[in-house]
């Protein structure tokens, strides 16, 4: 059987270590499982490229965005897939014990635990997107991991498999499963939604910019409790601030707080009609915006950061659009390809993260029944991944677009409505209004599901 993912991003790597550890090396006719990951630019291993600066351009796939926050529900994926690849994504990150809001004002509205259900419960993790992708990357071979630009997938057959087509003009390559992980501009979602050669539900351009850097951890307040984040809204924006790497302790852990390091994380975000493009990006001119933006903003870590700042990373929000299915004869979709969210949602990669286990535990959990050929099991495995998988990142996307134009620029009243309303969250009983998003555990909801389809089966 051979499987191809198309995009070595963190998606594409999690999901080939969730198939390489829940499905055997051989499979029908003791034929070994290949399984491979198609990525259009370089990806070697942390310790085989030259050093980065994390604000210069990259020609490498994991190059790409500066810190992104691992929620506890996506923790306790990587801790499920393999306990030394949780250890090192958390040794490299900085467990959030707390969000902290404020408004623009200098008022504290609400703090919002980030911890899940688990017992002992499990912190967000606030880390470098090159951290993550470096940790899952150096988990996976060299050899699985090829430089291949994909153009174009066409869809399996009753008598072919799914066939893959490449930039370079080459032969088409087969597969018996091909796995898009290829982003919020995937060229695999076009097989699945259209006919390959349109893209019937482009990505959306949500008309919010992201902006954001790196600064001391010196410049935190020092009276804060250990692992809060803050995040302070205002009437024309948006602006965060908490620490990202860890101490020069030895170890710690996503279940108990710790010092942070020497390095924190900025970001804020802007409303722009168009999308940027590389070619009109003016950073002088954001950093303009900025200081007009929050220059009467009562904190004194935004007053500082703006005045010397500077601008690492710049991040249109692009969101997939609710797609009919994620899956079609033979090819199936995780993460971005599937379900690029909001920013607002928190969930982005860890949405991501629960794709690449719950796929993994499908297709396992149905090949190892037997009772069809491998295509159709494969077929089923997706369809069954999509049931699951549809409705709740559908809940989260809802969720996440009524928080979004928290963010966006309003008037006086609209303003002081948003910071009633995130006041009376913070009053609200946690389980009522959180506990549905973190103890989420997709080992669960898989074996319901099998239990559910053998009492039908029963009847």
Not at 44 to 54: G, M, Q, T
Not at 163 to 175: F, K, N, P
Request: net charge negative.
């Amino acid at each position: 059987m051979k499987i191809v993912i198309v995009g070595g991003g963190i998606s594409g790597l999690t999901t080939y270590l969730s198939l390489r550890k829940l499905l055997p090396p051989s499979l029908a006719d003791d034929a070994p499982l290949e399984i491979l990951i198609y990525e259009s630019h370089k990806a070697p291993k942390n310790a085989d490229r030259p050093e980065l600066s994390l604000s210069a351009p990259s020609p490498f796939a994991q190059g790409v965005g500066g810190v992104l926050g691992i929620s506890s529900n996506g923790v306790r994926v990587l801790q499920q897939l393999d306990e030394n690849l949780f250890r090192n994504v958390v040794n490299h990150g900085y467990p959030v014990k707390q969000f902290h809001f404020r408004n623009s004002h200098g008022m504290a509205l609400a703090s919002f635990p980030t911890t899940n259900f688990t017992d002992p419960p499990l912190h967000t993790v606030l880390i470098s997107r090159q951290a993550l992708w470096d940790a899952l990357r150096d988990q996976v071979p060299d050899s699985a991991v090829l430089c291949k630009n994909v153009s174009g997938v066409t869809l399996g057959t009753s008598t072919q498999r799914p066939r893959i087509q490449l930039t370079d003009g080459s032969s088409d390559e087969v597969a018996d499963l091909v796995i898009g992980a290829d982003g919020v501009h995937s060229v695999v979602k076009q097989a699945v939604t259209s006919d390959g050669n349109t893209d019937a539900y482009p990505a959306i351009y949500e008309g919010l910019v992201g902006v954001g850097g790196f600064i001391p951890a010196s410049y935190l307040p020092q009276n804060e409790p250990l692992g809060t984040t803050t995040m302070t809204f205002g009437a024309d924006g948006f602006f965060g601030y908490g620490a990202c790497s860890p101490t020069s302790e030895a170890s710690h852990n996503a279940i108990a707080t710790c010092s942070p390091g020497d390095q924190a994380v900025w970001w804020s975000t802007y409303a722009l009609e168009q999308p940027p493009t590389k070619g009109d990006i003016d950073k002088d001119d954001i950093i303009r915006q900025l200081q007009s933006r929050h220059s009467s903003w009562k904190d004194p870590v935004i007053q500082k950061v703006i005045q010397e700042v500077s601008i690492d990373s710049i991040y249109p929000t692009w969101t997939t659009p609710n797609l009919p299915t994620w899956e079609r004869d033979g090819v199936v979709l995780v993460g971005d390809a599937a379900h690029a969210l909001q920013t607002s949602s928190g969930q982005g990669v860890s949405q991501a993260l629960e794709d690449a286990e719950m796929l993994g535990m499908m297709i396992a959990r149905t090949l190892k029944n037997g009772s069809t050929s491998e295509k159709e099991a494969l077929q089923a495995a997706a369809k069954s991944y999509c049931e699951l998988r549809m409705p709740r990142v559908g809940r989260i996307s809802d969720h996440a677009k009524k928080l979004g134009d928290m963010k966006r620029k309003k008037n006086l009243v609209v303003e002081w409505m948003m910071y009633g309303f995130m006041w009376l969250g913070g009053k609200l009983p946690r389980d009522s209004n959180i506990k549905w998003l973190l103890q989420y555990n997709p080992e669960e909801e898989v074996a319901k599901f099998f239990l559910g389809k053998g009492k039908q089966a029963e009847k």
